[in-house]
């Protein structure tokens, strides 16, 4: 299986303030299509996961343009340019490239 | 709106066998995938499987087959998870997430939760 790691794994962050939180996998991502099958995550507190962003860097409706992603092959970004408190939880990498899809650990963003 | 709507919460004993189910509402049925998701108690998410609706088309994670079944009924728009001897390892929350593509622009919905507890 493809491993997916994040970093860091606990995200204290003051209100206003940039985070960001990186992804890395075991393989390439790049599937034979040239796609890059990467999404981000994020689980508020006892809420069901929803998707911020898809394909790496495409932000999914309704989400705002404070997230956004990047990266390539190997490496992947989620950045938030200004943390908001409705922002806290869980944020997740996860692929789909290669089966079976696989999520990094997790990301606890806490306000400080 | 396209909902998911799963079933409710479980308190089963070791051995013991249980379905949980995934409704989904409008006409997302014929072009949806499923996939169920575990989250074990304090931890991160896992893809346990995934199937198409229309045609029920399942592919099983390597970690989980063997270990559940995953099914579909188009005629009552529901998909199903099915353990057939659970252990105490199978406590967990598990997720449904619908969607005609996981991976493209199309959005992906979420079921509320099952919450299902094997304890002797």
């Known amino acids: 299986d493809v491993v997916m790691t994040q970093s860091p794994l606990s995200l204290p962050v003051t209100l206003g303030q940039p985070a960001s939180i990186s992804c890395g996998s075991s393989?390439?991502?790049?599937?034979?299509?040239?796609?890059?099958?990467l999404n981000w995550f994020q689980q508020r507190p006892g809420q069901s996961p929803r998707r911020l962003i898809y394909?790496?860097?495409n932000r999914d409706s309704g989400v705002p343009d404070r997230f956004s992603g990047s990266g390539s092959g190997t490496d992947f970004t989620l950045k938030i340019s200004r943390v908001e408190a409705e922002d806290v939880g869980v944020y997740y990498c996860?692929?789909?490239?290669?089966?079976?899809?696989?999520f990094g650990q997790g990301t606890k963003l806490e306000i400080k | 709106e396209v909902q998911l709507v799963q079933s409710g919460a479980e308190v089963k004993k070791p051995g013991e066998s249980l379905k949980i189910s995934c409704k989904t509402s409008?006409?997302?049925?014929?072009?949806?995938?499923i996939g169920w998701v575990r989250q074990m108690p304090g931890k991160g998410l896992e893809c346990m499987g995934i199937?198409?609706?229309?045609?029920?088309?399942?592919r099983y994670n390597p970690s989980f087959q063997g270990q559940v079944t995953i099914s579909a009924d188009k005629s009552i728009s529901t998909a199903f998870l099915q353990w057939r001897g659970l252990r105490a390892s199978d406590t967990a929350i598990y997720y449904c997430?619908?969607?005609?593509?996981?991976?493209?622009?199309?959005?992906?919905?979420w079921g509320q939760g099952t919450l299902v507890t094997v304890s002797s």
């Open positions: 199937i198409h609706l229309r045609d029920s088309d399942t």
């Open positions: 997430a619908g969607g005609s593509d996981f991976w493209s622009g199309p959005p992906i919905f």
């Open positions: 394909k790496v860097s």
């Open positions: 393989q390439s991502l790049v599937y034979i299509d040239g796609n890059t099958y």
């Open positions: 409008g006409d997302s049925f014929a072009t949806f995938w």
């Open positions: 996860v692929q789909g490239t290669h089966w079976p899809y696989t």
